[in-house]
């Protein structure tokens, strides 16, 4: 694929040509107590317990009881989405079939990793925008999402421009998107995107609902900073700098891909969904948690050509199949460990459309009508992952 082979020789090249310095970095020592000013609480590490979520869950389940809604007592439905780029596209067939069959669940909790960010707060604000999460990943191609940089890219922080991106990300994630998430957000619900802290080598979950509920005058800016960051592939992509503030001074961090760090994440780990339900609601609740995988799990036989480039790329795509793997595989056993019904999607196996460039939409579309008919017909979740990607070719 052409942004895996860009990333390899993004790395391979740019330590050569330059250096720039960032005198404003956050220094190491002020990591802990850094926060986005003027926000509020809208983001934790995702790699252990940050010491503010254990009254950030009780704040949520505080939210939950007060909603009014009584089968929220009783139960809650969470879902994870992966990254996976263009095929991203397979997700959000799943999406809009499994909204036409009629039994999705209305989500807590809706997390997302790089594309899978992007579709999430269109999956978390409901079935309404089921046509918008179609348009994203069906219509739009290259050109639309970024701009090749050439001889400058090689000299600067990235080999494309994702301008464009930002641009359609802007288009569709509007006031009155944002209005709806933070009505939800204020109900107990809970919209989280990741990316990785480049400078700590850390992942960081971002909550764009108590983004878009702050009233902050810029909400809309650091919500669309938030998503372009979680898809911004780092040497491929420009990272995104996130102004932060500590102690009274101002500073930067750079923030890329959350695939960096997970391909799939739900929430940090070693946390007590269940102990905060016995405080706020007098017993446990009958948990579910679903994931999407937006790529094969199985491998994918193809003759490797002896070059730099193409042997990292294909290194690469190893690496993040058995990645997204070893991800399901940890969120399976979470699911177990709070009592929790899980389910995952992947592409089949069987789907053997090749795309002719990185967002092909024709490509796209089949992958997107196929997860639009496997969940219409009840075929796209499964219940046990695999041992490894050979065995996916078992289903």
């Given at each position: ?7 390899c020789l993004a790395l391979m090249l740019l330590p050569a040509c330059t250096f720039q310095g960032r005198p404003q970095a956050l220094p190491f020592e002020r990591q ?11 983001r934790f590490w995702a790699d252990g317990i940050d010491s503010r979520v254990p009254a950030y869950l009780d704040n949520q389940y505080r939210q939950i009881a007060a ?90 922080d990235s080999l494309y421009d994702t301008e464009p991106l930002r641009r359609l990300i802007e288009r569709h994630a509007d006031d009155a998107l944002l209005d709806t ?215």
């Amino acid at each position: 694929m052409i942004v895996r082979a860009a990333l390899c020789l993004a790395l391979m090249l740019l330590p050569a040509c330059t250096f720039q310095g960032r005198p404003q970095a956050l220094p190491f020592e002020r990591q802990e107590g850094a926060e986005v000013a003027g926000y509020g609480t809208v983001r934790f590490w995702a790699d252990g317990i940050d010491s503010r979520v254990p009254a950030y869950l009780d704040n949520q389940y505080r939210q939950i009881a007060a909603s009014g809604c009584r089968a929220c007592r009783n139960e809650a439905s969470f879902l994870a989405i992966s990254g996976g780029g263009a095929d991203g596209a397979y997700g959000a067939g799943v999406l809009k079939g499994w909204s036409e069959r009629g039994d999705r669940p209305r989500f807590e909790v809706v997390t997302g990793v790089s594309t899978g960010s992007l579709a999430a707060p269109f999956v978390f604000a409901g079935p309404a925008y089921d046509a918008a999460l179609e348009e994203i990943y069906t219509r739009y191609g290259d050109s639309d999402l970024f701009r090749n940089r050439g001889i400058v890219g090689l000299l600067g922080d990235s080999l494309y421009d994702t301008e464009p991106l930002r641009r359609l990300i802007e288009r569709h994630a509007d006031d009155a998107l944002l209005d709806t998430i933070a009505t939800e957000h204020r109900k107990g619900r809970r919209l989280l995107v990741q990316t990785t802290n480049l400078d700590a080598q850390r992942p960081v979950v971002w909550d764009l609902g108590a983004i878009a509920a702050s009233g902050n005058p810029e909400r809309r800016k650091l919500f669309v900073d938030a998503l372009l960051a979680s898809a911004a592939i780092p040497g491929v992509f420009p990272p995104v700098a996130l102004n932060v503030a500590s102690e009274g001074r101002l500073y930067d961090e750079l923030h890329v891909d959350g695939g960096v760090s997970a391909q799939i994440f739900f929430a940090p780990p070693g946390l007590d969904l269940n102990g905060a339900a016995r405080r706020h609601f007098g017993h446990e609740r009958h948990l579910s948690l679903y994931v999407v995988r937006n790529g094969k799990l199985g491998p994918e036989y193809k003759a490797s050509e002896r070059s730099v480039m193409a042997l990292a790329s294909r290194s690469i795509t190893t690496l993040v199949k058995y990645q997204s793997l070893a991800n399901i595989t940890t969120l399976s056993e979470v699911a177990r460990q709070m009592k929790a019904d899980f389910a995952f999607a992947a592409v089949p196996e069987s789907f053997a459309v090749q795309p002719r460039s990185e967002f092909d939409p024709l490509y796209m579309q089949a992958l997107f009508r196929m997860g639009y008919q496997d969940a219409l017909r009840g075929q796209a979740w499964r219940k046990t992952p695999p041992a490894s990607p050979m065995l996916a070719l078992r289903r």
